[in-house]
């Protein structure tokens, strides 16, 4: 009988995968975030999972100084106004490397949540990060970003600051999960694993709002990489279905092949030899809609950012309203 963890919760939180940690020096603990001054810089904060991460950070810490930084700036003035006198807005171009070395030279901690990642060829935030020796953590989603991202390890363990890629729902919580799942048959004598499989569904977007929209786009034009007793496979995306039953609440959904971070680090890390995700979302006819969009759109179009951008505006009210039915909510079910 296989071995489940299941975790749903209403709306996407971030938390932390897997990092590159060092033991802090003289000069990083004079800024450490523990300080009643420290400073906090959430690029992307104008977006739905950024500026979800500034006010959570707000009510944990109330006295952090918060600087939101996004394209919007009548919006991220705004939220900067109800996060508190110690919360302000700041324009930064996060490809402009020398912008964003000159902002974090007075910040303790950068969360890089300006997605997607996908198609970014640079680590530009983690590495000025690093030059500035600032702590960093992202929510990346994309398997070459994180693979990327995780070559400045000794870079960053030689700075002596945590740099922590990986951190969002999926694949942060669900390689959690996976790990647990892993120390688990290894506590009960029950050997090493053979299989993992990580399934996901949503209830319309999730509340991540049009960022995630974009990623999943992006995603119908790569292949989906999943591994088989060791052998590296390559396989079409959102096809497979597979009827998965999340438990109680969400019971039994759809859902189909996509290439998604955890399954690389699965393998690579866990050592497991047979390894792959799948995805699904409500109401049902969106899966209808996102396997037309894999059979019939070209993948030219599909890997232009700027092409799917534009289709994601177009789509995105929609999507709205039908969140406004279908609600809001996000199940994970990793198994054996």
Known sequence: MATVVRACMPLPPAAVASSSAAPSTDAQAQRSPSSSSARVLVLGGTGRVGGSTATALSKLRPDLNILIAGRNREKGESLASKLGEESEFVQVDIRDRNMLEEVLQDVDLVVHAAGPFQRENECTVLQAAIATKTAYIDVCDDTDYSWRA????EQAKDCGIPAITTAGIYPGVSNVMAAELVHAARSENAGEPERLRFFYYTAGTGGAGPTILTTSF???????????????????????ALS????????????????????????KVLGVPTVSARFGTAPFFWNWGMQAFANFLPVEFLRDKNKVIKLVGFVDPFVRAIDGIAGERVSMRVST
């Open 150 to 153: 995780k070559g400045f390890h």
């Open 244 to 267: 998965i039953d999340f438990g109680k609440g969400v019971r039994k959904k759809n859902v189909y092949l996509l290439n998604l971070p955890e399954v690389k680090s699965a393998y």
């Open 218 to 240: 992006l995603l119908l034009a790569e292949d989906v990489i999943a591994y088989n007793k060791g052998e590296e496979i390559k396989l079409k995306p959102y096809s497979g």
